[in-house]
């Protein structure tokens, strides 16, 4: 089932092929309405920590080494769970909508974003633990290791070929 480019609210924006880069959601589970949590309360609690998350992601966009991805896809499971109506906001954004998309249907990341990613993660963990570690050793260590915690994260996504 396809839905036009530009659909009203009230559709569904489900369709069969993952990321077709149409303005179109991959079949997601989480738009199926049986995934929202039925308290009021919490539900209301999880879209407050997802529109945290958006808003820490959105940083990402003019902050060099903040991630962006990260707290989208955090936004996402918070939004999956609370409300489909901001989650299929996410998934179709125009600049967060196709990392969200292809990472949620398994497509991972496009090679520049992973080098990008990984390069930035070098340069600003690296930075800060050689300079945190020469005063704190122990905080640098730690530092470092995180880092290279995501870096593995991020070369064991899978790459998403360019698209045509």
């Known amino acids: ?24 959601t991959p079949l997601d589970p989480g738009l199926e309405n049986d995934l929202v949590v039925a308290n009021p309360v919490v539900r209301g609690v999880l879209v407050a920590l997802g529109w945290t998350a958006v808003a820490l992601g959105a940083i990402g966009v003019v902050l060099p080494g903040w991630p962006t991805t990260v707290w989208l896809l955090v936004a996402a499971y918070f939004f999956a769970r609370s409300s489909p109506r901001f989650l299929r906001w996410l ?20 090679a520049r974003a992973k080098a990008f990613a990984i390069s930035m993660i070098v340069l600003f963990a690296g930075s800060s633990s050689v300079l945190v570690g020469l005063a704190r050793p122990l905080i640098g260590g730690v530092i470092a290791v995180v880092g290279g915690i995501g870096i593995a994260y991020i070369l064991r996504m899978p790459t998403r070929p360019p698209r045509a």
């Not at 089932?1 to 179109?24: I, N």
Request: no cysteine; charged share 30%.
């Open 1 to 24: 089932m396809s839905a036009p480019a530009d659909p009203t609210p009230d559709e569904d924006l489900r369709t069969d092929e993952p990321g077709d880069g149409a303005g179109r």
């Open 91 to 110: 998934v179709t954004h125009r600049v967060f909508g196709p990392f969200v998309r292809d990472i949620r249907a398994g497509l991972g990341l496009p």
